[in-house]
């Protein structure tokens, strides 16, 4: 845990460029690739570069939602054979780089290791593109073979040198943040440093944009992936959004991970991009991303295009700029690239058919307006936690609880909260801990909690969480209770939630 001494130093300000050089100076002896980084002539290569590769104004020009997939190779060669068949048979309108695991680890080294030997056998023995080893000169290449734009999609708590490596070859969008990319996936990285070393990205994506180059920055949305209420999600996006436009972003692409209810789904992407507009500057132009579900996948092809076409279903009532797909194989893991493919045309299908329809589904306002009145409280937690100091306060609001994610690792955050779904699938609160969230607004979740119990006959429990985490991949929504009489489905005195004030489990 991060205390006021760790805190020393870190203000949610605009770095100065002196200090931005110093940085990436002392960066440039982590890989010798990062040689090849000048800023200068990083510029001028953006610019030559036609405007249909400019990811900023083709995602905040489009008129339907445009759909990306994820897909990343160790070799340069089946890097652009794989981008250039997403986008012919998959129709994929934008296009993904998905870093390796080393690289995200800033294991340079290692990754330079897996790339020699998926040169020497022609295996992937790396699950991403080392874009750090293949540096400037490699990731200008792809750039130019492939025709349509391009992100970097990682998961890397310290992404600064390859931030620096991939603008300066040509990458125009970069997804990640301080809080998403540290307390859903790392253990002991510190809070503090993680928004220091992002402060270093956003600056740099900032600086571009000052000089006619505007990176997209797109915070990653689903968080943890497994039934994030909608509130935590979108407070952490307008959090991440805030932080990156003190350093002059502009481009800001917020996102959200499906949960599966789609009223909820629908009214927490529009909650989003309201949100987004309230809280950050006039200047930002906020963009949304949908994520297809997250969670655990029917083994069943068919069944999973099932998801995806709910996924594909909910895109088109709610117009979210981009959607990420899946594919029918995300239970094995690596999807083929014709599975890939497929699920983008699924996605594409159900959007194509609905756009033009008019839809209106009962509830989807009120559901708005209970998130948003969810989420501000959120947000504001952050801002008073921190004097007004958005960087600051997003450390404080994690330790003390005030703003948590479930499911999450990290020794920087309580990881307290705890969902379940009600009996129309939403999902709702079960354990709040210490989340700053009004008596008001925590009955709503309890009592939405409790109908469901009276449904199934069973108390208010951690098995309901338990249950709901499988029960898409076995071809539900709501995890209800086995009527086979299974004893496992009683729940333990130790797994009953407290309707009282206690929300321990």
């Known amino acids: 845990m991060s205390d006021d001494t760790s805190l020393e130093g870190l203000r949610d300000e605009r770095l100065p460029e002196s200090e931005l050089r110093a940085v990436a100076d002392s960066l440039r002896g982590d890989w010798p690739t990062a040689?090849?980084?000048?800023?200068?002539?990083?510029?001028?290569?953006?610019?030559?570069?036609?405007?249909?590769?400019?990811?900023?104004?083709?995602?905040?020009?489009?008129?339907?939602?445009?759909?990306?997939?994820?897909?990343?190779?160790?070799?340069?060669?089946?890097?652009?054979?794989?981008?250039?068949?997403?986008?012919?048979?998959?129709?994929?309108?934008?296009?993904?780089?998905?870093?390796?695991?080393?690289?995200?680890?800033?294991?340079?080294?290692?990754?330079?290791?897996?790339?020699?030997?998926?040169?020497?056998?022609?295996?992937?023995?790396?699950?991403?593109?080392?874009?750090?080893?293949?540096?400037?000169?490699?990731?200008?290449?792809?750039?130019?073979?492939?025709?349509?734009?391009?992100?970097?999609?990682?998961?890397?708590?310290?992404?600064?040198?390859?931030?620096?490596?991939?603008?300066?070859?040509?990458?125009?969008?970069?997804?990640?943040?301080?809080?998403?990319?540290?307390?859903?996936?790392?253990?002991?990285?510190?809070?503090?440093?993680?928004?220091?070393?992002?402060?270093?990205?956003?600056?740099?994506?900032?600086?571009?944009?000052?000089?006619?180059?505007?990176?997209?920055?797109?915070?990653?949305?689903?968080?943890?992936?497994?039934?994030?209420?909608?509130?935590?999600?979108i407070a952490v996006m307008v959090v991440e959004g805030l932080l990156a436009a003190t350093q002059g972003v502009k481009s800001l692409t917020l996102g959200y991970g499906q949960v599966g209810n789609l009223v909820q789904d629908v009214a927490a992407l529009r909650a989003l991009r309201s949100l987004g507009e309230a809280y950050l500057p006039d200047d930002v132009t906020v963009t949304t991303v949908f994520h297809e579900w997250m969670g655990g996948f029917p083994p069943d092809e068919a069944r999973a295009s099932g998801v995806i076409g709910l996924g594909g279903a909910t895109a088109a009532i709610a117009r979210p700029d981009k959607v990420i797909t899946k594919s029918p194989q995300e239970f094995r893991g690596v999807p083929t690239r014709e599975a890939n493919a497929a699920g983008l045309r699924t996605t594409r299908q159900l959007i194509d058919m609905l756009l033009d329809q008019r839809v209106d589904i009962d509830g989807i306002d009120d559901e708005q307006a209970f998130i948003e009145r969810s989420t501000r409280p959120l947000v504001e937690a952050v801002l008073d936690a921190g004097d007004g100091d958005v960087a600051r306060g997003v450390v404080r609001a994690f330790e003390t609880g005030r703003l948590d994610v479930p499911f999450a690792p990290s020794e920087s955050a309580k990881g307290a909260v705890l969902p379940a779904r009600d009996d129309d699938g939403r999902v709702r609160i079960l354990a709040f801990g210490d989340l700053a969230l009004p008596a008001d607004i925590r009955e709503v979740h309890e009592n939405r909690l409790d109908e469901r119990a009276r449904t199934e006959n069973r108390p208010r429990s951690f098995r309901m969480v338990a249950d709901d985490v499988d029960a898409i991949g076995e071809g539900r929504l709501i995890g209800r209770p086995r009527t086979d009489g299974d004893p496992e489905d009683a729940p333990s005195e130790e797994a009953t939630v407290a309707t009282g004030g206690d929300d321990s489990t």
């Open 35 to 233: 040689d090849a980084v000048d800023f200068a002539e990083a510029v001028a290569y953006h610019e030559s570069l036609p405007e249909r590769k400019r990811f900023a104004p083709v995602l905040e020009s489009a008129d339907t939602p445009l759909l990306q997939p994820r897909a990343g190779v160790p070799r340069l060669d089946d890097q652009c054979a794989l981008l250039d068949y997403l986008r012919r048979e998959g129709g994929a309108d934008l296009l993904p780089t998905t870093i390796d695991s080393y690289t995200r680890d800033n294991e340079y080294g290692k990754a330079q290791q897996g790339l020699d030997e998926a040169r020497e056998t022609g295996e992937d023995t790396l699950n991403g593109f080392p874009a750090v080893n293949h540096g400037v000169d490699g990731c200008r290449e792809l750039i130019e073979r492939v025709d349509a734009p391009v992100e970097v999609r990682h998961g890397t708590p310290d992404a600064r040198l390859l931030a620096m490596v991939t603008f300066a070859g040509g990458f125009q969008s970069f997804e990640g943040g301080p809080v998403s990319y540290n307390i859903p996936y790392c253990k002991r990285r510190d809070l503090a440093e993680t928004i220091a070393h992002w402060q270093f990205v956003d600056r740099l994506a900032g600086l571009y944009t000052e000089f006619g180059v505007r990176i997209n920055r797109e915070p990653f949305g689903p968080l943890t992936g497994t039934l994030v209420p909608p509130c935590i999600a």
